[in-house]
């Protein structure tokens, strides 16, 4: 075996090649037309170790002449489009992270558009190693076609992975869910879903709060919201608060919900419970009463550091929530929509939390659970025009 060749199999890992009439290529056909695949690499040193540019294009004209389409999802890489015969559609966000919800419809109709205009038509799909934010965006085109987030993650998985091990980032598989959250029925004969991205709502973030947390007396977090900038698709993230999460002194106490609080909120539960006594015009105009308190388990007896903001963060929309050690070194993070929140709080365990390496799992016990406390506040449709860092 020439030791380019082994090299790329090495890179490629778990994932299926496509390997006949001489191919060897980090590419997998997700159904007939949806083709998932590693980036296609231009230069000497990536071409060692990532599918070769020229070895794609000879496989697409081969095979889908004429009739093929490239949906390139790098924010950190690019090509002309002229390597694929200008068919090429840049939707770019961030390595191991969760896009803006727009994006994801973008791509969604988009791809439906292309496929829709020919039978013959087909399109593919990369990231840099083709897997989670192919894997991300390839899932939610099948929920779009019909699938369940669950169903579509498994038949992704199947047909990218030999381990039947797919999309690994949480944040990425939590993406899915909520698109697949966003879609109504079709309507007016229309064969395929509407897509509704929810509008950006406002919560304000109360508190961080780390359970079962071993030898270590403070972790510091960064705050950051994607930001939609005008005449660009790709959206930043830019950083929005910080503070840090410690243990508490002897004889200091934070303020706890020991007793509900109760928080007026004009953000509405699906099945949230009325005021069978109110009028109408109140229980459609009016705030109702939200309880917010925190839950009593096991878990929420043990260990924990804690950050609570004296003036509450605004949050709005699509947020990132990364967490450092001492030393500045990034231990984990998570994405989340602030329109998916439901209650006041939100609880991840560590298998919802994304890139756990060696060092945050030695201090993130067995019952390890990052919480939020939020309070609810109006829907908003504001937006920084100024997307400078």
């Known amino acids: 075996m020439l030791p380019t060749v082994y090299l790329r199999k ?13 191919f060897d290529l980090d590419l997998s056909y997700i159904s007939e037309r949806i083709i998932a695949m590693g980036y296609p690499a231009e230069h000497m040193m ?3 170790y990532r599918n070769p540019m020229w070895q794609v294009q000879k496989l697409l004209e081969t095979r889908h002449r004429n009739h093929y389409k490239v949906y390139n999802l790098c924010s950190e890489l690019s090509y002309d489009a002229s390597n694929f015969g200008g068919r090429v559609e840049v939707l770019p966000f961030d390595d191991y992270h969760a896009p803006p919800l727009s994006l994801v419809k973008l791509f969604c109709e988009s791809v439906s558009e292309w496929l829709d205009s020919d039978p013959e038509n087909v399109v593919v799909v990369h990231c840099k190693a083709g ?65 509704k991205v929810p509008e950006k709502v406002t919560r304000n973030l109360r508190r961080v709060r780390l359970y079962d947390t071993l030898n270590a007396d403070r972790i510091d977090f960064m705050v950051a919201q994607l930001e939609e900038c005008d005449g660009q698709v790709y959206s930043p993230a830019l950083k929005i608060g910080q503070g ?26 699906d099945d949230g419970d009325y005021d069978q006594d109110c ?18 388990k096991d878990v929420h007896k043990k260990t924990y550091l804690d950050h609570y903001f004296e003036t509450p963060l605004p949050v709005r929309g699509d947020i990132r929530l990364t967490f450092f050690d001492k030393n500045g070194g990034r231990l984990f993070y998570t994405c989340f929509n602030t329109a ?20 945050a799992k030695a201090i993130c016990g067995p019952s390890f659970c990052v919480e939020l406390l939020f309070g609810p506040q109006r829907n908003t ?9």
Not at 145 to 166: F, I, K, Q, V
Not at 244 to 267: E, I, N, W
Not at 342 to 348: C, H, P, S, Y
Request: proline share 3%; charged share 25%.
């Open 10 to 22: 090495w890179v490629s890992k778990k994932r299926k090649r496509f390997i006949a009439n001489g």
């Open 46 to 48: 990536d071409v060692m």
């Open 131 to 195: 897997k989670g934010r192919t894997g991300l965006m390839v899932c939610s085109y099948l929920v779009y076609l019909g699938m369940t987030a669950e169903e579509a993650l498994r038949h992704y998985a199947t047909r990218r992975m030999h381990n039947g091990e797919g999309i690994s980032i949480a944040s990425q598989r939590r993406y899915v869910g909520y698109f697949s959250q966003i879609l109504s029925s079709p309507r007016n004969g229309c064969a395929l879903p509407e897509v």
């Open 244 to 269: 840090t999460c410690m243990a508490l002194a002897k004889g200091q106490h934070f303020q706890r919900t020991v007793s509900p609080r109760y928080y007026f909120s004009d953000v509405y539960d």
């Open 279 to 296: 009028d109408e015009s109140w229980r459609v105009k009016g705030p109702r009463v939200v309880v917010q308190m925190d839950t009593e």
């Open 340 to 359: 998916f929140l439901g209650n006041g709080i939100l609880q991840l365990s560590r298998s919802e939390l994304d890139k756990l390496g060696r060092r």
């Open 381 to 389: 449709m504001l937006r920084h025009d100024d997307c400078s860092p």
